[in-house]
């Protein structure tokens, strides 16, 4: 029986032309976060990317949006109407793109761009890259997903995918998936450079 883990091999992918990125509706206490984020901003304006985000005003949602903003960017928004106070939404962006649920908003956010990067933050900035990182390993898109590490944050993240690994819950070739950087210009080049290939995320069908 042939299975998709029998057959891996390249994927095509889109040239950079609008990063997502996930990130928190706080700032937080880190400096070396904040830094960070308005270098992404920069590093995305300096290179031509366009910015896709949740649309907030607020933490570093607002920060990028603004820092990119600034720079002469382009900035578009995405936020389920109705879900946060109408003083969450940024007014000031190229284009705000309303959606009906959560569900909605991050589909519409992994249409719009061709790679995706995780800043800091909690448990919706995780819980977005997981599933987009989940569609990877399917082989539903092949577009690069990416971790800003700043200061060590996700290192405990990156030693529980290793641990995956090691036990055989997650394909090395998979694992390579996720790309990280604590230097946002040389993430964005690590985008660049990325061949992914479809390995299929069953371990044990390839022997069936």
């Not at 940024?90 to 719009?112: C, F």
């Not at 800091?120 to 092949?142: D, I, K, N, R, Y």
């Not at 997903?145 to 997650?170: A, E, T």
Request: charge should be negative; hydrophobic fraction near 45%; proline fraction near 5%.
């Amino acid at each position: 029986m042939s299975s998709p883990a029998s057959s891996p091999g390249p994927v095509s992918k889109a040239p950079l032309r609008r990063i997502c990125v996930y990130c928190a509706s706080s700032t937080g206490t880190n400096e070396h976060v904040i830094a960070a984020t308005e270098a992404l901003a920069r590093e995305l304006v300096d290179r031509g990317i366009e910015l896709v985000y949740g649309g907030g005003a607020v933490g570093l949602m607002g920060l990028i949006a603004d820092t990119v903003m600034a720079g002469g960017g382009v900035v578009t928004g995405v936020l389920p109407t109705g879900l946060f106070p109408i003083e969450v939404a940024h007014a000031g962006l190229t284009k705000l793109t309303e959606v009906g649920s959560m569900h909605e908003r991050k589909a519409e956010m992994i249409r719009l761009a061709d790679g995706f990067i995780a800043l800091p933050g909690g448990f919706g900035t995780l819980e977005e890259v997981a599933e987009v990182l989940t569609w990877a390993q399917l082989g539903m898109h092949a577009k690069p997903v990416g971790f800003l590490n700043v200061d060590g944050f996700y290192d405990h993240l990156l030693g529980f995918f290793d641990r995956c690994v090691s036990d055989h819950m997650l394909k090395p070739k998979n694992r390579d998936l996720v790309l990280c950087d604590a230097d946002p210009g040389k993430l964005l080049d690590a985008f660049t450079d990325h061949q992914p290939v479809f390995e299929g995320k069953w371990i044990g069908l390839d022997k069936i």
